[in-house]
């Protein structure tokens, strides 16, 4: 069973458009749930990180979390060619601290 | 704004060879991580480090590899006998506090011929 999991894509979508992005994990005692972007060749770059079950909100970019249904998503508003980037889903475990990625989705906006 | 810092940034070496990444946490950041990618697959966590102890290792972190914090400033990650397999981007972190966001190094690409 994969531990973090997310759509590879790429997802397109157009300037200016909403991308959704979406994942799930497996260790129900995961309390903490970062996402990071990583352009090509670079390290991972937080984007932001959410503990609560909800929404929260930061610029551009809303995440959300579904405990009971083991679910994480970030929502990237009015997005720009330079949002272009694979976006990594990382749980910090409960019982650990270290970050469990996952294979991450790459992103496309188009101009 | 503090940054962590690796070196080298590339590092290309024979299989067989013995090589060792460098890195400069953020100065106040007590935990310590190594983490590697191999080209086209996901992040993977290596090894953890606090107060000059490991404090978790995954099953890829065997005994051809070691981490150190010889100086109180760098925290470097050594692998004795190089593989092919450990061609891989390798990513420190650091944090200041466990619950605390990790913050990425540039990472040092390393090329095993």
């Known amino acids: 069973q994969k531990e973090v999991e997310q759509n590879s894509g790429p997802l397109s979508v157009p300037e200016g458009a909403i991308a959704s992005l979406n994942c799930t994990y497996s260790?129900?005692?995961?309390?903490?749930f970062f996402w990071y972007r990583q352009y090509s060749g670079k390290s991972p770059e937080l984007i932001m990180s959410?503990?609560?079950?909800g929404d929260k909100e930061d610029g551009r970019f809303t995440a959300q979390l579904n405990k009971a249904s083991q679910y994480v998503s970030l929502l990237i508003r009015d997005s720009q060619p330079s949002d272009s980037a694979t976006y990594l889903c990382?749980?910090?475990?409960?019982?650990?601290?270290?970050?469990?990625f996952g294979s991450g989705t790459r992103l496309l906006v188009r101009p | 704004e503090p940054e962590v810092t690796q070196t080298p940034s590339h590092q290309v070496t024979q299989m067989g060879q013995e090589v060792i990444l460098r890195c400069v946490p953020i100065?106040?950041?007590?935990?310590f991580y190594w983490y590697r990618q191999i080209l086209g697959q996901k992040v993977e966590f290596l090894v953890s480090?606090?107060?000059?102890?490991?404090?978790?290792k995954s099953e890829i972190f065997d005994d051809q590899f070691s981490v150190e914090r010889p100086d109180g400033s760098n925290f470097t990650l050594k692998i004795r006998s190089t593989k092919l397999e450990d061609s891989a981007m390798y990513f420190c972190?650091?944090?200041?506090?466990?619950?605390?966001?990790?913050?990425f190094g540039p990472g040092t690409r390393l090329l095993v011929l």
């Open positions: 990382a749980p910090r475990g409960g019982s650990s601290y270290k970050l469990i």
């Open positions: 260790d129900r005692g995961s309390q903490s």
């Open positions: 959410i503990y609560s079950n």
């Open positions: 100065s106040n950041h007590l935990y």
């Open positions: 480090f606090y107060n000059n102890e490991i404090s978790e």
């Open positions: 972190a650091s944090v200041r506090e466990l619950q605390e966001t990790q913050y």
